[in-house]
């Protein structure tokens, strides 16, 4: 406190959490403290939140009054612990602020993608499927690799192939194990894509019957990797992957068609967000 840390964090706390000085630290804005081993009762101003985590967390006297619990789902799988957030009660304070303060490092969202872990072989799965967690240097640095090595379109077709491939082969299993319709399969398919984080993608218009889509990709993962300043479209990851996902639609209404997805603006040429514009082109 006398740092003057806008987060206290009390990790694992193993005892009853309680007693006159937190209370005094949650209740008043500048509490007085006695250093030990000095006679200074120096005044701490204090905007701090306060945070523990605890199995089985146990709060004594007025810290009941004082305090959020939290329990952590345990589905959620790392975050198997009950959490307490601790605020300070009193009328002279602004809990928005403390809370304001210390949002950026304490509250971020978790992950909404379910995941199982094989204890017995490691494997990760979501929804039953084969699952691999990856940085996304790992997937940028690949991509810039093949591409110095045969050229960006030449890449680009292989690419393309293979996401128009997994996304067929991924809303195939998905619409089982959801049991959904055809188009929301491809939208749960999006939803997934952005909850694993590489970008937050959107279906902005769609036309069933006429095979054709468009949709948007805010912060995409293959943008930010390569930067503003590349003066080309480089997320065509996404392009097969979307007409892969509209394959799909076609199959499960029987008709025939061939969707080509091309994007048609790229954040890593700078434009705002990334733009897909999917069509259906008659089988000859
Ligand atoms: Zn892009």
């Known amino acids: 406190m006398l740092a003057g840390e806008q987060v206290v964090a009390i990790d694992n706390c193993e005892s009853p959490l309680g007693g006159d000085f937190l209370c005094q630290m949650l209740t008043q804005t500048s509490p007085r403290m006695r250093m030990p081993g000095k006679s200074e009762v120096p005044e701490l101003p204090t905007m701090t939140l306060v945070t523990t985590t605890g199995n089985n967390l146990t709060l004594i006297g007025d810290m009941t009054r004082r305090a959020v ?17 601790i605020c300070p009660s009193g009328s002279d304070y602004d809990p928005a602020h403390r809370l304001g303060a210390a949002a950026a490092g304490v509250w971020m969202a978790q992950p909404q993608v ?4 094989d ?3 490691g494997i990760w799965r979501t ?16 991509q810039k690799g093949i591409e110095g090595a045969i050229g960006s379109e030449a890449y680009r ?15 195939r299993a998905e619409a089982k194990t959801h049991r959904l319709t055809p188009v929301d399969t491809f939208r749960h398919y999006l939803k997934r894509l952005s909850q694993r984080g590489y970008g937050q993608l959107e ?19 293959f943008a930010l990797g390569y930067g503003p300043e590349t003066g080309r479209s480089v997320c065509y990851t996404f392009e097969g992957s979307f007409a892969g996902g509209m394959r799909y639609v076609l199959e499960m209404s029987g008709r025939a068609g ?7 603006a790229c954040a890593a040429a700078g434009h705002p967000e990334c733009r897909f514009e999917l069509r259906c082109d008659a089988v000859a």
């Open 258 to 264: 061939e969707p080509l997805c091309r994007e048609v």
């Open 69 to 85: 619990l939290c329990r952590l789902d345990p589905r959620s799988g790392m975050w198997r612990r009950h959490i307490a957030m």
């Open 119 to 121: 204890p017995e072989t």
């Open 203 to 221: 279906l902005t218009a769609l036309d069933e019957a006429a095979g054709t889509a468009s949709l948007t990709v805010r912060h995409s993962a």
């Open 157 to 171: 077709e292989i690419l393309y192939a293979s996401s128009d491939l997994s996304a067929l082969q991924w809303c």
């Open 114 to 117: 379910p995941i199982d872990v």
């Open 127 to 142: 929804d039953d499927m084969p699952m691999i967690y990856l940085p996304r240097h790992f997937l940028v640095n690949m």
